[in-house]
C-alpha cells in the first residue's frame, strides 16, 4: 500500500480507532529502558528517557506520571513528508478543547488524547473525516 500524501485523502480517511487500555507518559534516568518494561515508544531528552506505558504495567513498576492517555490510531497510512494533517486535525480537537500528544510511526499517526475523554476525541475526527469527505 502505498502512503497518502493528499490532505484531502488523508482526513477524509483518517478511521481513527481508539485502543482500549489506558497509557501514560513517564521518565526515567539514563539512556535504558529498565528491565521488565516493554514500552510502545520512547523519546530521550537530555533530562531522561520518556517512556511511553500501558498505565499497569508503569503502576506495577513503581514508575510517576501525571498524564493519562487514550490511544487512537489513524488507520490511513500517511506519508512521514505528507503536510497539513497534524495541523488540521490538531486545530479541530484544540477547537473541542482537547489537547493531543502525536508519535508517527512509519504507516501511522497515532494521538494520545486524555483517556477520560478519549472517546469524545473519536467522535471529534470522525465528524472532520465525515466532513472533509463531503468536501
Known amino acids: 500500500m502505498m502512503a497518502e500524501r493528499d490532505l484531502g485523502r488523508l482526513l477524509s480517511g483518517m478511521r481513527p480507532e481508539l485502543l482500549d487500555e489506558r497509557y501514560v507518559f513517564t ?8 528491565a521488565g518494561l516493554r514500552p510502545a515508544a520512547t523519546v530521550r531528552e537530555p533530562e531522561g528517557l520518556t517512556l511511553v ?3 499497569e504495567e508503569a503502576d506495577a513498576a ?3 506520571y501525571d498524564y493519562v492517555a487514550g490511544w487512537i490510531t489513524l ?13 488540521a ?3 479541530e480537537l484544540a477547537a473541542h478543547g482537547l ?23 473519536v467522535a471529534v475526527l470522525e465528524e472532520l473525516a465525515a466532513r472533509s469527505a463531503r468536501d
Open 53 to 55: 506505558l500501558r498505565q
Open 27 to 34: 521518565t526515567v534516568e539514563g539512556a535504558e529502558v529498565p
Open 89 to 91: 486535525f490538531a486545530a
Open 62 to 64: 513503581g514508575l510517576p
Open 75 to 87: 488507520r490511513v497510512h500517511s506519508a512521514l513528508d505528507a503536510v497539513g494533517l497534524t495541523g
Open 99 to 121: 489537547s493531543c500528544n502525536v508519535i508517527a510511526g512509519y504507516h501511522h499517526d497515532h494521538l494520545f488524547v486524555a483517556a477520560d475523554r478519549a472517546a469524545e476525541a
